[in-house]
């Protein structure tokens, strides 16, 4: 079906599987998109290195400090599936401009914060920007882009920057604290926004559905507050455990206004989620395939963290090369994994791909307190990382491919949800396991194994599930 836009796409030269051309306008609507994106997966770590100069700078307790991350993880993981609809409905590229609009605003609030409610109020204005700005960047980049070897390419340079922001935060957040105080890493951001938001208007076609059907509002509504008292629930468990009366409040009540979402959704003659597409093949098992790939590789970065410092002796910058290591073979394998994906199909590659994941994590456990365990360290988790980026890269594309363009907010919407609680979810579940469960090191390799099993199981789930799926993916 065709979609309304201002500024039509530029076709595509050459769509040789594995090498298509870009025109000029191609790369630099790919250069916006891609930048837009990275900036965002910056802000998920880029802070966190900084929070203890920031908690003695603004008076926050180390108990607050988790709010740091919460305000931000609270309004882009909860808002993602309704700002994808409403882009869908209204127009992608006008709320995609609104909302780097609103998160390079929230950066410089953040930068100049004087107190705790202003810090925390610019984090939360942050976080509402990136749920406009994720799900219609990746609309406007699969609706620009057609599907076959040229979307293919796009979503391997995004699926690569994201990876690589979330990297580069990790290194750049302590060199910039230990250089200019952690203001400078709110301020990179806002930079970031500024120079983004000119070059948008001009090169972004507008997209949006043909028709305007109502919005789903009972289903906004339970889907949004179900996603932030479970988002909430997990964020806050990773600090203070589960067993908090608020915790087991927000985590049951997340669960029940989802089971009533889908009720919802069932009866309504315009849903913001449609059944049928959650039913199909590509979307139920390339999701699962997603939030088990963040999840699990989210916990590795984590305990593998605590690891290097409170075992090694490491410096948060000695920390942080480690993982630079991991960044630098993520564009690597964002370069190669549209020709492996050409070759063998999204579906084979993130079945593969979170095979190999789960194979590399799997030496970890063999860490010990040796200086030795660095380099073993450093060569599974960078090998880990490159399979990783494979999988983010395919079920990206087993999730979209087959979509039509009216609904691809929605799928986009999806895949950052699973991409977002993905996130979230792994270092509750199983890292607090590596500092609850007695000494660290055994605690470390207990969660090192569990996550590559889980993996692994995933692996053969996804194979299985998507055996019968359509034929491209």
């Known amino acids: 079906m065709a979609i309304d836009t201002t500024t039509p796409p530029t076709a595509l030269a050459d769509e040789l599987p594995g090498a298509p051309r870009l025109s000029t306008r191609d790369r630099l609507v790919l250069f916006v998109l891609c930048a837009a994106q990275f900036m965002v997966a910056l802000d998920f770590s880029v802070l966190n290195v900084a929070l203890p100069k920031l908690g003695d700078d603004l008076g926050m307790s180390r108990s607050a400090l988790q709010w740091a991350v919460t305000a931000f993880a609270l309004p882009s993981g909860g808002f993602l599936l309704l700002f994808g609809r409403i882009g869908d409905l209204y127009g992608r590229r006008r709320l995609f401009l609104a909302g780097l609009t609103l998160f390079g605003a929230a950066s410089l609030l953040a930068t100049l914060a004087w107190d705790p409610a202003s810090f925390l109020a610019g984090r939360a204005l942050q976080g509402l920007g990136a749920a406009a700005i994720v799900p219609t960047g990746m609309s406007l980049l699969t609706t620009t882009f057609p599907e ?245 890269i395919s079920y990206g594309l087993t999730v979209t491919s087959g979509v039509p363009d009216e609904e691809q907010g929605l799928a986009t919407g999806l895949v950052t949800s699973t991409q977002q609680v993905g996130i979230t979810v792994g270092i509750p579940l199983l890292g607090v396991l590596a500092t609850t469960s007695g000494p660290l090191l055994p605690g470390v390799r207990t969660v090192l194994a569990l996550d590559a099993a889980i993996v692994l199981a995933t692996a053969v789930l996804v194979a299985l599930g998507l055996r019968r799926g359509q034929s491209r993916v």
């Not at 088990?292 to 075992?311: A, G």
């Open 148 to 392: 076959g070897p040229a979307r293919d390419r796009a979503l391997g340079i995004s699926g690569t920057l994201l990876s690589l922001g979330f990297t580069v935060g990790m290194v750049a957040g302590g060199v910039l604290t230990d250089a200019l105080g952690w203001r400078s890493t709110m301020a990179l951001l806002t930079v970031f926004a500024l120079v983004v938001l000119p070059l948008a208007p001009g090169l972004l076609p507008e997209s949006r559905t043909p028709h305007r059907p109502r919005l789903d509002v009972p289903g906004a509504v339970t889907v949004t507050a179900g996603l932030l008292s479970l988002i909430y629930a997990l964020s806050t468990a990773a600090d203070h455990g589960f067993g908090r009366a608020d915790v087991l409040t927000a985590l049951v009540a997340g669960l029940l206004l989802l089971a009533a979402f889908t009720v919802v959704e069932s009866r309504s003659a315009a849903p913001l989620v449609s059944l049928p597409m959650l039913r199909r093949r590509t979307v139920a098992w390339g999701n699962l395939g997603g939030l088990v790939t963040f999840s699990m590789m989210s916990t590795v970065v984590f305990v593998l963290t605590l690891y290097l410092q409170e075992i090694l002796r490491l410096s948060a910058f000695e920390t942080g090369l480690v993982f630079g290591v991991q960044g630098v073979l993520s564009v690597v394998a964002g370069t190669a994994a549209p020709k492996v994906i050409g070759r063998f199909g999204a579906r084979r590659t993130l079945a593969g791909s979170l095979a190999g994941q789960g194979a590399l994590v799997a030496p970890l456990v063999l860490l010990d307190a040796h200086s030795w365990s660095v380099w073993l360290a450093t060569a599974a988790v960078s090998l880990a990382s490159m399979c990783h980026l494979g999988a983010i």
